[in-house]
């Protein structure tokens, strides 16, 4: 299996023009040039990345990711245990925290937010759902600030499946039952932001939660614009129609370097490979796989299809994924090896 890991790109402006840029005057607008509208702004339905992006600002989760890092810390749970058998977590939640619509977050909050995802009412089009909750059997409300998981099985992956933006955020059950279905238009979370407005396909405006229980947003507006085009996004950076863009094309990132602009580099999360139906012939014939393997330059697909911005995997997981083996080595590119074993 031939597999590519790429880098996630995202560029802003210089911090000097940044700075003129937000204190020129109010309000402060933040204008966020994407590739795509997100599938939608519930937690529970959702499974992509342009979604995600907005949702960590509308939400929170009981315990969030450490920054460059997959440990978690506490976000509106302040501490937690676990049992002997691993099937009973507690967490003790923040007290002093309101959702969006004025009402109070507190254990039967979260127990809403976790039940509409469990059987008998979660539903097939809940792709997170299973992943995240699937050994959870009860859901307890000790009391307003102490909420209990029973878990029928020992699960290894939990406490950090509840700090991810997919399922696990925590939403006003007030909104949900105003709403119904409409919520995914109409989110209400606690987190920093407030929705605004969607204008689809075209932006997404969210506005500074001024009662926000942590440290407060330094904008008071966040624009989500949908610029399907990679060229036109960079257009936008650089004649100042954005203040950020992302999903940079390769070839685009040396032109917006040396226009001033800052160029934010790191590892995504999403592996690029060729997959085979392993029951089919000729694909059923491990050497057939090798071959095709070997056959490939991936350095040269890096070098020059990527401009050098991606990085070699070596097996299915990025590194910062828990199971990622650094042992695993990859088939090197051997064409004459590879044409043998055909």
């Not at 315990?63 to 002997?84: F, I, N, R």
């Not at 939660?209 to 942590?214: E, I, L, S, T």
Request: hydrophobic letters at 40%.
């Amino acid at each position: 299996m031939r597999k590519l890991l790429f880098f996630t790109l995202a560029v802003l402006m210089a911090v000097a023009v940044s700075v003129n840029l937000v204190f020129a005057a109010p309000p402060k607008i933040l204008v966020y040039s994407k590739a795509a509208d997100p599938q939608g702004l519930d937690p529970a339905y959702v499974n992509e990345i342009e979604s995600g992006k907005i949702i960590v600002n509308i939400y929170e989760t009981l315990v969030k990711y450490k920054p460059g890092s997959t440990a978690v810390e506490p976000c509106l749970a302040t501490s937690w245990t676990q049992s002997p058998d691993g099937l009973v977590w507690t967490f003790k939640l923040r007290k002093g925290v309101k959702f969006h619509d004025g009402t109070p977050f507190n254990a039967e909050a979260v127990k809403a937010s976790v039940e509409r995802q469990l059987p008998p009412r979660a539903t097939s089009d809940m792709p997170y759902a299973s992943f995240t909750f699937e050994p959870v059997k009860q859901v307890e409300a000790v009391d307003p600030y102490t909420v209990k998981f029973i878990l029928s099985k020992p699960y290894a992956p939990f406490l950090l499946n509840l700090a991810m933006c997919f399922a696990a955020p925590v939403v006003s059950p007030t909104a949900l039952k105003k709403y119904g279905p409409d919520f995914n238009q109409h989110p209400v979370g606690t987190g920093p932001f407030k929705f605004e407005k969607w204008d689809h396909d075209q932006q997404i405006v969210l506005v500074k939660n001024d009662q926000y229980w942590g440290k407060k947003a330094l904008m008071d507006e966040v624009v989500y614009k949908t610029t399907k085009e990679s060229t036109v996004r960079a257009s936008e950076l650089m004649t100042g129609a954005a203040d950020i863009i992302d999903g940079v094309d390769p070839n685009d990132v040396k032109k917006l370097e040396s226009s001033g602009m800052k160029v934010l580099k790191s590892p995504g999360m999403n592996i690029n490979y060729l997959a085979f139906f392993c029951n089919k012939k000729p694909f059923s014939d491990p050497r057939v796989r090798q071959a095709i393997s070997m056959a490939i330059n991936r350095p040269e697909v890096v070098k020059y299809l990527y401009q050098g911005y991606a990085q070699l995997a070596n097996g299915p997981l990025p590194s910062f994924i828990p199971g990622y083996n650094p042992a695993l080595k990859a088939l090197e590119y051997n064409p004459e090896k590879a044409k043998k074993l055909l």
